[in-house]
């Protein structure tokens, strides 16, 4: 055993000649040589391991092993990590998969801005510097109905930014059903100890009544907090306290009503079936004094955190040291201008998620017949038969912490295979494509959601079922 080990060691071939392998040449191009050998180097140490491990059969052939360990290593590493692909799970703000697809406009915007020098903080009028701020200010007070405005990199940020700049060594008052956590890196006490303010916790999970608050403001108290409980919902006996009659409390004692939005809605979804979410203006109308949302939520924009309320809050914000290190960069604020004035003009229905969420059952069901008789001439081309292939109801989502527990009627194809690879395998291997496409998976059945397709994007879709098939 130990001699066999030590001849298969043996015979694993040299750097030299694994760096003069055909297939090495044209990924070294990609990657320059010291890359390649350092990925040669893990796969060595690799091999090495898992043959004195006993994972590898010692009577196989060492040069093989090497290169099939090697070649799978350096040419994940080629391609390009970031990859577009295409989103077939009928969940339209999927956090995992980027948040909100920008309009071509805003693509443009953006491609332009970038490829040169910029007024981003520069005023054309008087020749000095300028506010990076100040592109979109006006824009979202127009959209928003608010005083002033400031932009940060995120939500978070923009939280973080706001209660530093407003509550720091004083207290912010939040009732116990709000202390959400989001997506497992932002939590509300996290945040709130994080900018040194004094958390003052009022209510219960399920209950929070109005004199609860009343009771907590003291001396010491900054905010009276309120924070969308984004992506749960506590349902039975539950009672918590309207923004009117909190603002309402908070003006009475003299202190600040803030709002954690979340989603950052600029204007009704119209649907029926999707009440209940107050837009920014509501929200800034019934007296709360600053809001935070993000971008790339229902606002469908690029990533950003946006604090809107009060000048003179405000104006305590922007001189906060924190916002430098927050700062938001040109490729955003190009394309977040762009939508801004996409909602000013009455074209919301050019942003992408505000259309996605707002495609009724009709045209979902027509899309879906379309792509899945597409779909079925691409499999008789290709000599297939092992799939039936038809359109089904599904439930989409809105996602990204709106809406939560309540699901939206949609459309989809649904891909039964009754002699080939299974759902689960199927998926996996569409994600392997070179536009990979993330589908759902329904009782062993493969379910491509048409809601978040968008324009040209069944094309990709039948291009990575060629490439498993063809
Ligand atoms: C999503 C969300 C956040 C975090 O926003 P990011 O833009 O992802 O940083 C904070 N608070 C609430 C209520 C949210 O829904």
């Known amino acids: 055993m130990k001699n066999e080990l030590q001849k298969f060691l043996r015979a694993i071939p040299s750097m030299e000649t694994l760096l003069s392998l055909p297939w090495v040449e044209s990924l070294t191009l990609e990657l320059g040589r010291e890359a390649v050998k350092a990925l040669f180097n893990e796969a060595l140490l690799e091999l090495r391991r898992d043959a004195r491990d006993g994972k590898v059969p010692l009577d196989g052939d060492p040069a093989k092993a090497i290169e099939d360990r090697a070649r799978r290593r350096i040419s994940q590493r080629a391609k390009s990590s970031l990859a577009r692909l295409v989103n077939a799970t009928g969940v339209v703000i999927h956090t995992n998969l980027g948040r909100s697809p920008l309009p071509p406009e805003a693509i443009e915007a953006l491609t332009h801005l970038s490829g040169g020098y910029s007024s981003l903080e520069y005023s054309l009028e008087s020749g000095t510097r300028g506010q990076r701020n ?185 001189g906060h040291q924190l916002l430098r290190a927050l700062r938001v960069d040109k490729m955003t604020l190009a394309a977040f201008e762009v939508i801004l004035r996409m909602y000013l003009k009455g074209q919301s229905d050019r942003i992408p998620v505000v259309a996605m969420i707002r495609r009724s059952e009709d045209e979902l069901r027509e899309r879906a017949e379309a792509l899945s008789q597409k779909l079925r001439a691409l499999l008789d081309e290709l000599s297939v038969s092992s799939y039936d292939v038809g359109i089904t109801e599904t439930d989409d989502a809105v996602g990204g912490g709106s809406f939560p527990a309540r699901s939206i009627a949609g459309w989809g194809v649904v891909v039964t295979s009754r002699a080939g690879i299974g759902a689960t395998k199927l998926s996996a291997r569409l994600r392997e494509t070179g536009t990979p496409i993330i589908a759902g998976v329904r009782e062993d059945k493969l379910v491509l959601h048409v809601r978040t397709l968008l324009d040209g994007e069944d094309e990709a879709v039948l291009g990575a079922f060629r490439e498993i098939f063809g």
């Not at 209940?276 to 469908?300: H, M, N, Q, W, Y």
């Open 134 to 318: 100040a592109h979109v200010e006006w824009l979202i007070r127009q959209v928003t109905g608010a005083e002033a405005a400031i932009v940060t990199n995120n939500n978070a940020g923009a939280v973080l930014l706001a209660l530093s700049a407003l509550a720091r060594g004083r207290e912010v008052v939040v009732s116990s059903g709000e202390l959400v956590e989001i997506g497992g890196s932002f939590r509300i006490p996290d945040i709130l100890a994080f900018s040194g303010a004094k958390m003052v916790q009022v209510g219960c999970t399920n209950c929070t009544h109005l004199r609860d608050y009343r009771d907590a403001i003291g001396e010491e108290t900054a905010i009276l907090l309120k924070v969308h409980p984004s992506n749960y919902r506590i349902q039975g006996f539950t009672e918590s306290v309207s923004r009117e009659d909190i603002s309402a409390l908070a003006r009475e004692r003299g202190v600040i009503c803030m709002e954690d939005m979340g989603s950052g809605l600029i204007e009704s979804l119209g649907r029926s079936d999707l009440g209940g979410e107050p837009t920014v203006r509501e929200c800034l109308a019934a007296g709360v004094d600053i809001v935070t949302f993000s971008g790339d939520k229902l606002l469908g924009g690029p990533q950003i955190g946006c604090i809107a309320g009060s000048a003179a809050l405000i104006d305590r914000i922007r």
